[in-house]
């Protein structure tokens, strides 16, 4: 799973059955969490999420896991919000 | 999922049976969603596409999980078109 | 899916019987797709593809999906000959 | 799989429901293994590790494969901790 | 797939019961494949291959389709040995 901040919103309002009902949020990987700073990924959101919120993303078919239906075409999903970005424990070397 | 732009089309006379009937579209990662821009990658359309449009597209095995067959060889497919990609929401730091 | 040129072989004699009767071929993803090219893989050929082939390729899990066998160990399958690259549309900003 | 370095910790009160009880551990992809090195991943622990063990980790759809419940939204699992991290034997060129 | 070196071994004797049994080899995806060269990875050995070898790895689901049990928690499979590397034909532009 990464870590990251949601950053946006993005509305499909022609789009894939199996999709309707979802929200789709736009989530910045943090940067704390390495250098690299993966690109920005669309991830439904599966804990109520919003703007700001610091959240767990699950990329690949672990995504459709979260979601109520396990056939929907989902690649990530938001699924946990972290408590406290600050308590994030890094342990350098 | 990623946000890009429709920018071509490629035909294949010779494939895979279960590919016979699908239109494959060119997208381009948008530049909006971060700096490094991943590469152009071949999607199946689901949602009636066309060139210049701004789509939602789901990667890996989620991909299949849109088309009518879902033992489909496919690993990029075309699940949304964005409304209005003024209106991707995008909260700057 | 992405868009490569059929550059090489390999050949494995001792491998996972599932693999038996397979070809090997070593594909390089098109310059023409992006800046950023990808590495060269090593995809198993579906739709009789030769040397100097414009092929499409599935990865991951889909490469399965287009296998006789859908338990290959396969990541990397050719499912389509582009009829004529040069007729690959690109519209360009 | 990849060997990385358990480096911190991340907690999420609010989370899948599949996910409750499981520990969170950020894993940094070992430098010895190569010159680029992979972004900071989250990690769910399946075998007691414990901050600075380097351990075994295995993502995708294999990370679902070493949980009790495998249809957990999982997509990156800790499935061994390194005897001796100096006993790993690289055999330079 | 990709095509790369065995250079190294790795020991886990704390690991999920799933593993136990398995030989974990360190690879390194060929230079000869191509300027950008991946990580190394740690794969579960399935054709008996040695330090030296070069090798075949499937990556992804599809290395646990290498594994006699598959649902196995591996995500990188040797799944074949190349009979000569030097007989890797790679038809030049």
Redesign the interface.
Known sequence: ???GKV??????????P??VGNK?L?V??MEK??G????????VD???AG??DIV?V?????????CDV????????I??????PN??????Q
């Open positions: 799973m990464i870590i950053v946006g919103t993005v509305i499909c309002t022609r789009k894939n199996k999709l789709f736009i910045d990987p969490m390495k690299y700073v993966g690109d920005r990924i669309v991830a599966d804990v109520g703007i700001h767990l699950s990329t690949g078919s672990a995504a459709r896991m979260a396990t056939t929907s075409p989902v690649d990530a999903c699924v946990g919000i972290v408590d406290d308590k994030i424990v890094i342990v350098e």
